[in-house]
């Protein structure tokens, strides 16, 4: 199987905190992409990062890649409780017509 | 932003029975869909990718004649659960791909199958 791993699985944070969620993936990529998805409902675009990029950053989300390792991490700073979500990585492998295979997610909850 | 809707949200069937999900671009043109499944706490799982005017192409281990996916128009996908079994419930989600995107597609909000 492609799919990707993600750690943590679960992670517990206070509000304010910075949360950092990790993502490998196995083989050449166009891009890598992160998705929010709140239980039980639709996913939500939260940035995508291009094979030849580093780092990227939108608002309080700041995305990595490393290619020579096969990993990504998204860091979300000073954590809301709205951030409480499942958080989840997809890879867009190279030569797979736009097909993304997801990760297996981490679960972050923000208390206040 | 574009958007994409599936309908219904939620379906409760039958054992048996065949159900029907659209999936539609609402502002967009998309000559590619995908459609997704996903059971309670887990990943999504690529089922098939949906080309308008043409067959679908199924993942390995997803049955065909069981999902069966038309892509009749530029704006809409529809995926057919027939002779729906308690094992089907999940959550099944569209996503659709811009005709001249590079790489941004859209999803829809899911629609939850609960199959009795």
């Known amino acids: 199987s492609q799919q990707g791993e993600e750690d943590p699985q679960a992670l517990s944070i206070q509000e304010g905190e910075n949360a950092t969620m990790n993502c490998s993936y196995k083989?050449?990529?166009?891009?890598l992409q992160w998705y929010r998805q709140n239980s039980g409902r639709g996913l939500v675009h939260l940035i995508l990062?291009?094979?030849?990029?580093r780092e990227k950053h939108s608002g309080r989300l700041r995305v990595t890649l490393d290619t020579s390792k096969k990993s990504s991490s998204l860091l979300i700073t000073a954590s809301r409780a709205a951030d409480t979500a499942s958080y989840f990585c997809a890879t867009d492998y190279t030569g797979t017509a736009s097909k993304l295979t997801f990760g297996t997610g981490t679960r972050l909850q923000v208390t206040l | 932003g574009a958007v994409v809707s599936q309908h219904p949200s939620r379906v409760i069937c039958k054992s048996g029975t065949s159900v029907k999900i659209e999936c539609r671009s609402l502002d967009f043109q998309a000559t590619t869909m995908f459609w997704y499944r996903q059971f309670p706490k887990q990943s999504l799982m690529l089922m098939a990718t949906?080309?308008?005017?043409?067959?679908?192409?199924?993942e390995q281990g997803v049955e065909k004649d069981k999902f069966l996916i038309n892509h009749a128009s530029l704006t809409l996908s529809t995926l057919t659960v027939t002779s729906a079994h308690p094992e089907d419930s999940s959550f099944y989600i569209c996503?659709?791909?811009?005709?001249?995107?590079?790489?941004?597609?859209?999803f829809g909000p899911g629609t939850r199958l609960t199959v009795l």
């Open positions: 996503s659709a791909f811009p005709s001249g995107s590079a790489d941004t597609q859209y």
């Open positions: 083989t050449s990529i166009n891009n």
């Open positions: 990062i291009r094979s030849n990029e």
């Open positions: 949906s080309n308008e005017g043409s067959k679908a192409t199924y």
